[in-house]
């Protein structure tokens, strides 16, 4: 069981620069300006004229209409086939290709772990959150799901774009991975250079009352604990199975985990986990997770088959993190004296191909956010090569990686997109351009089914039914967006 779905989400739009003119026109009244604010919604518009690739893996459909009322599809079909009210705003697609939003299933909208950037921007974690929820959705993503960061700020930026306050992609959150230490913690950057009154204050934001001391409860105290953060607010829950810093640590017992999971789905939440060895995977599997987050990663040790067949058995929804060709040749010269971590990167290539062959669901994860300029300089050139983690680009690289390793244009579509919304349990909202679905649309210069690359071609974004404008996003730059 899923929770009973808030209501309509509106974000802020404005007119995308290629139908600006014909849509104001159209809508009839002068559109609110003010920077954040949504302007008005016609009663009925209208998608005209373009392919449409909805999602459910069908074939496209040329020179379609998508109707649309209230944020919502309300039918989709050809061209002559449908009424168009005379009243409807149209949007002219002609030789364009219409696609569902793009959906990341692990995005993390206040990202840095560095002493620098903590210090930096404490009290701007909203900031931080809102500025990364407007990049990801310029670049087309119009839902994405942060699974770490710290609650209340990404519960409260989450709720203003709920609300039409501000705009950005539409925001799912879990806060604290369950059992972890915050960002100047065990798992992420112990730095001894920061004092330990900055340390606290810092993690606590994070930590709440799920942190590392979970680790020391029985299965019933770790479930109590769950059910108070529950009550909290998150949209979904993400534990621990296996260490950040130290892949070999096992977080939680089988029995504590199934804790977890069984708390979760008591409140309708789906439940998923952080692992990074093939033991960490195995007990997650056994608890009943319904999503595993970098299922690839199991540092030195592919999968084996028997864990594999259950993934599959219990239909689990697997998120990876691919590399390109041109990334993994850049960390194998990086690794050429480091065997471990060459044996790790196969492993890694190995699972993913396993995956593909077994007919797991996968879905698209990039673990993207917006990087600091100190962490940024202290890259090596060949770390900086097509990284997945780099937001507003990560999804395009990740479509582009599955495709080298054989995956069908239409599939890696559907990993990107409805698939994220199956294992999440949003389908039924978002994720394909069906009658009843949300309004979240991307249009495309070219067809993405002749080259994925064709998915960066963005000629306009739509959430619930309004055209994004694209190019004033983000309204309030906080933190320098860097290229690789």
Same mark, same amino acid.
């Given at each position: ?69 209230? %944020? %919502? ?22 030789? %364009? ?15 840095? +772990? ?27 993503? +119009?839902?994405? $799901?942060? +699974?770490?960061?710290?609650?209340? *700020? ?16 539409? =925001? ?46 029985? *299965? ?62 195995? #007990? ?6 319904? #999503? ?24 689990? +929804? ?20 480091? *065997? ?15 995956? /593909? ?5 996968? /879905? ?31 999804? $395009?690289?990740?479509?582009?990686? #599955?495709?080298?390793?054989? =995956? ?21 909202? $978002? ?30 974004? =739509? ?12 309204? %309030? ?8």
């Amino acid at each position: 069981m899923i929770r009973t779905p808030r209501p309509d989400r509106a974000t802020t739009i404005g007119m995308g620069i290629l139908f600006a003119a014909t849509a104001v026109l159209a809508w009839g009244g002068a559109a609110d300006k003010s920077p954040g604010k949504a302007g008005p919604v016609p009663d009925v518009s209208a998608v005209v004229g373009g392919t449409i690739i909805d999602g459910t893996g069908g074939a496209p459909l040329a020179d379609a209409v998508i109707l649309i009322q209230n %944020k %919502k599809i309300i039918a989709v079909a050809k061209k002559g086939q449908i009424l168009i009210p005379r009243n409807a705003a149209r949007i002219d697609a002609s030789g %364009k290709y219409i696609i569902p939003g793009f959906i990341d299933g692990n995005v993390h909208f206040t990202f840095g +772990t560095s002493v620098e950037y903590l210090a930096r921007y404490e009290g701007r974690f909203e900031d931080l959150a809102e500025e990364s929820a407007q990049v990801a959705l310029k670049a087309g993503v +119009t839902t994405a $799901f942060d +699974t770490w960061g710290p609650l209340q *700020p990404l519960m409260n930026v989450r709720d203003r774009i709920d609300r039409g306050e501000i705009a950005g992609s539409r =925001m799912f959150v879990a806060g604290n991975i369950i059992g972890f230490s915050g960002p100047l913690g065990r798992d992420f950057n112990p730095d001894p250079a920061a004092s330990k009154t900055f340390r606290k204050r810092i993690n606590s934001i994070w930590e709440e009352n799920v942190g590392p001391e979970l680790g020391f409860l029985r *299965p019933d105290e770790v479930a109590l604990e769950i059910r108070k953060y529950i009550s909290r607010g998150p949209d979904f829950l993400k534990y621990g199975s296996s260490g950040h810093n130290d892949d070999a640590v096992l977080l939680f017992s089988e029995e504590a985990q199934r804790a977890i999971v069984e708390e979760g789905h008591k409140s309708n939440l789906t439940s998923q986990c952080h692992t990074s060895n093939v033991e960490s995977l195995r #007990m997650a599997v056994e608890a009943g997770v319904d #999503m595993i987050t970098h299922a690839d990663i199991t540092e030195n040790e592919p999968i084996p088959a028997a864990t594999i067949a259950k993934l599959k058995e219990k239909n689990i +929804t697997c998120g990876i993190l691919p590399n390109t060709k041109k990334k993994d040749e850049a960390s194998l010269k990086r690794y050429a004296q480091n *065997p471990a971590a060459r044996r790790s990167l196969e492993s890694r290539n190995l699972n993913i191909a396993h995956f /593909m062959e077994a007919g797991i669901p996968i /879905m698209m994860t990039t673990d993207a956010g917006i990087w600091s300029p100190e962490v940024v300089a202290d890259m090596p050139p060949e770390v900086k090569v097509d990284r997945l983690d780099t937001l507003g680009k990560g999804h $395009f690289i990740w479509c582009r990686a #599955m495709a080298e390793r054989g =995956m069908k244009p239409m599939d890696i579509l559907l990993c990107a997109t409805r698939n994220v919304a199956r294992g999440y349990h949003k389908l039924d909202r $978002f994720g394909t351009l069906e009658k009843g679905k949300a309004a979240d649309l991307v249009i495309l210069d070219a067809n993405p089914l002749d080259d994925i690359g064709n998915l960066e071609k963005i000629s306009l974004v =739509m959430k619930d039914g309004r055209i994004v404008e694209r190019d004033k996003l983000p309204i %309030k730059k906080v933190v320098e967006l860097l290229e690789f």
